[in-house]
């Protein structure tokens, strides 16, 4: 059985700009910028207390707290930051899954330092963390991924949590459908209009009910509802694609208004990729009409896109192709694929392609 444990740092950009400058101490702060377009790319504790999360428009969280204090990304001092944790991770097991600057699951089941528990290892880790940063870890036990990533939330802030084997199928059924990670908003929602709230709820479905409804993720959720996961924890995880997308309020005809949303959704996508340091060549702008027709338009760059300008021009160079609009517009997503090599090749552009 794996002794598996997810380390999260807590509020990690926030923290980090809080430990450099102490009189940010104690203030609601938010890693990003105020302008109008602006996107919180982290929130420290004071601030999450006033509803600011990251992702969040910069001028909703203004709204949320007044007393908000932007600080500029410093993405060179995080990875820094987040190099000396991860050769704090390499004294135990060279087996780790980064999951992006701030997070990253490790197998212990034969850690380097022959300590009996994983439990034990974590303590020793998260001390260590806060010795060499003076930055708070958070961290989750347990014998699986799926189960130790939930873990790392139950004690956060600077707290840790055990899931053992005994416990796996009763925390599970205590859950909210929501929390289970890898379960997003949509996802939740339809589960809730099929009756299920909770882990309870998902573990009474049958396999077959599951793969009814949602395809070729039913065994998926079958297993977590069981506490099962057997994935291991693969070092070097290879990148696939990050988007983002947001639904307007009112549908959008005007061509600005429009050109807003795709920045702001650019801004958030950039904010993932120097925050897990990958960078694609390929961005994909979708929108959706107000009859839910979608259209989407994509280009292959020869290089990886390495700028927030870069990644933002080409969004907006690709929603135009769209202009003007024939209706109204109630949706807008921006994403970044093809992290692989760097191979040099010639731009390329999808035709745009209407579906209802």
Known sequence: MRKIIHIDMDAFYASVEQHDDPSLRGRPVAVGYAAKR?????????????????????????????DL???????????????????????????????????AYL?????????????????????????????????????????????????????????????????VEALPIGKFHGVGPVTADRMNRLGIFTGADLRKQSLAFLQQHFGKSGPWYHAIANGEDDRPVVPNRPR????SETTFSNDLLNPADIE???????????AWCEKTTAFGRTVTVKIKYADFRQATRSQSLPGRITSAAVLRQVSLDLVRTVFP?????????????NFGDNQVAAPEQLDLALTA
């Open 38 to 66: 602006g996107v919180v790319a982290a929130a420290s504790y004071e601030a999450r207390k006033f509803g600011v999360r990251s992702a969040m428009p910069s001028s909703m969280a203004t709204r949320k707290c007044p």
């Open 69 to 103: 204090v932007f600080v500029p990304p410093r993405f060179d001092v995080y990875r820094a930051v987040s190099r000396e944790i991860h050769a704090i991770f390499a004294d135990y097991t060279p087996l780790i899954e980064p999951l992006s600057l701030d997070e």
């Open 107 to 171: 197998d212990v089941t034969e850690n380097l330092r022959g300590i009996p528990t994983a439990s034990s290892t974590a303590s020793e880790i998260r001390a260590r963390i806060f010795e060499k940063t003076r930055l708070t870890a958070s961290a989750g036990i347990s014998y699986n991924k799926f189960l130790a990533k939930l873990a790392s939330d139950h004690r956060k802030p600077n707290g840790q949590f055990v899931v053992t084997p005994v416990m796996g199928a009763a925390f």
């Open 240 to 243: 696939k694609s990050s988007g």
């Open 260 to 270: 807003a949303g795709v920045a702001a959704m650019a801004d958030q996508v950039w």
């Open 325 to 337: 609009p024939a209706q109204g517009v109630r949706l807008v997503g921006v994403a970044v694929s």
